[in-house]
């Protein structure tokens, strides 16, 4: 079944209609629940004073969405505002200085960096971040990619694992507010660009990647603590452009997603003094009494946010690098559009960098069931390791490694006789609806495996009887197709794209003749 099959018109309507209609029936029943336990004994905790004159409360449980615009917010807009002045500056200093300011303008960068993580976090930080940086240059320039794996999974581990993670955070000293934070952030995302790094030198095939390259690329600041993570190859080859001349409308594209981001903002802090989806989950006693309906949208709903503070998160940080003439990695793909495991990642970061050194390098073209299973095991182990091993992680990685390789599984048994033959006899548009059912029931164990990390396993296997096997047949036959409603209108959405991208080729082909 190619993307580009169509469905009637009026078909779709009714999907809209249907996934429409379906949210807000979700959303009634937990902004009801909201309201009514609002004064609940176990929602102290987390249910903090909001708008007083609206009589509404608003929901704190999310200590980092909070912690980023209360405690983070002045300390992260000055940060990243001297970042851009001070480059600023320099770029207009250095032509009466005699330096070319757009060839080094990433070891400006680099200064600002350096010197503000100096002074947020103070001289033994550095050291011992340059400590890790030195160890791994050194395993590069034996350029052995195994040695490479080694060496920084090695130092991760000691940030991730005990006893070394007391050890090393026993050299930090005083009591700056955001110490712990900026310290865990810091040091994981300074190991996997220093991995980065060290890979890619081992495929530079004259000489090798100087030590101040990796100082230019581990020190840009807006990176440093909190990503995303840009791959060595990329950021060195952006950042050393000289020819810093915008394309059309970039400065507008620009503002434009800074101004979606504010919205989003908004968007949810109005979210969060009307319905609590983070906080009910907490509370067991209370989501045992709630309807099949609302606990299906709580699910859903926690992924979606989880989603847009990716995204908001991240898209901060990229406007500020897309001011620095870098093409950042692009943010999360949202849950909404996702029903196949292989597109599913809340950091397109680390995404990006593991498909370029674990999953693509081991797994080929994906088509071989022995060696995608080693590509997904692996690159599960990484991302194991990446977020902290414990329990909760290791039934998180174990889904999410199962549901790739399912999806693989399914299609080369479904590709086989007699069923090739029977989906070739079937109409485009109907082949798209079976498609469509399977990818209904894929997208609700992405949901379910994945509210595991966010909430609670308790939670996960809650809603899962809830819609599986108390809700059967109605709930769970309404959830799924309401799901295949929405599943159909992002196919749609995919197939116009397609559509959209093959007349601007056509095009460009017509131009070229």
């Known amino acids: 079944m190619g993307v580009k099959a169509a469905l009637p018109k009026y078909e779709l309507h009714l999907y809209t209609a249907v996934l429409f209609g379906a949210l807000l029936w979700a959303a009634s029943w937990i902004f009801e629940v909201s309201s009514e336990q ?6 102290k905790e987390s249910v903090k004073p909001g708008w007083h004159y609206f009589g509404r409360k608003m929901d704190a449980a999310d200590f980092e969405w909070v912690m980023w615009f209360t405690t983070f917010r002045n300390h992260i807009l000055f940060a990243l505002s001297g970042h ?28 600002y960096g350096l010197s503000a993580v100096f002074v947020s976090m103070g001289w033994t930080y550095i050291t011992l971040v340059l400590s890790h940086c ?37 050299f930090m000293t005083g009591s700056f507010e955001l110490q712990d934070i900026l310290f865990y952030g810091g040091c994981g995302f300074s190991i ?21 390259d990796l100082l230019k690329y581990n020190f840009y600041l807006p990176f440093f603590y909190f990503g995303p993570v840009m791959t060595f190859d990329r950021f060195h080859v952006q950042a050393n452009n000289a020819d810093l001349t915008r394309k059309q409308w970039e400065m507008w594209n620009i503002r434009t997603q800074a101004l979606l981001h504010l919205g989003a903002i908004l968007v949810v802090d109005v979210l969060f003094h009307y319905l609590y989806i983070l906080t009910i989950p907490t509370d067991m006693k209370l989501v045992r009494q709630l309807s099949d309906w609302s606990l299906g949208g709580l699910a859903y709903s926690n992924l979606v946010y989880d989603w847009v503070k990716a995204a908001v998160m991240f898209g901060v940080i990229n406007t500020v690098s897309r001011l620095d003439h870098l093409d950042p990695p692009q943010p999360p793909k949202c849950i909404t559009m996702l029903y196949v495991f292989a597109e599913t990642h809340f950091d397109r970061g680390i995404n990006d960098w593991l498909c370029k050194y674990v999953y693509d390098y081991l797994g080929g073209n994906h088509d071989q069931i022995f060696k995608e299973l080693i590509a997904t ?14 329990e909760i992680v290791y039934i998180w990685s174990f889904c999410n490694c199962f549901g790739l390789n399912f999806e693989l599984w399914v299609a080369k048994f479904f590709s086989i006789r007699p069923f090739s033959s029977i ?39 809650l809603v899962t009887k809830r819609l599986l096997v108390k809700g059967f047949p109605f709930s769970t036959l309404s959830v799924l197709f309401v799901t295949y409603a929405g599943v159909q209108l992002v196919k749609e959405r995919e197939r116009r794209l397609a559509l959209e991208e093959e007349a601007a080729n056509g095009l460009q082909k017509e131009k070229a003749e």
């Open 84 to 111: 851009v002045i001070f480059a600023k500056i320099c770029s207009m200093l250095s032509p009466k200085l005699g330096i070319d300011g757009c060839k080094r303008r990433s070891f400006i960068y680099m200064v």
């Open 423 to 461: 989906e070739g006899a079937l109409s485009e548009a109907m082949s798209r609806r079976i498609r469509g059912v399977f990818n209904a029931a894929n997208f609700w164990c992405i949901i379910l495996f994945n509210v595991l990390a966010l909430n609670s396993l308790e939670f996960a296997k």
């Open 192 to 212: 996997m660009r220093c991995m980065s790094f060290a890979l890619e030198n081992c495929e530079k095939k004259d000489g090798n990647y100087s030590f101040v």
């Open 38 to 43: 609002v004064n609940r004994k176990a929602f």
């Open 377 to 390: 095991i692996s690159t599960f182990a990484v991302t194991t390791l990446w977020l902290g091993p414990c």
């Open 134 to 170: 030195i160890v791994l240059y050194s395993v590069a320039l034996a350029k052995r990619k195994w040695l490479c794996f080694v060496a920084g999974l090695t130092s991760l581990a000691t940030f991730k694992m005990e006893p070394m993670v007391s050890w090393q955070t026993g």
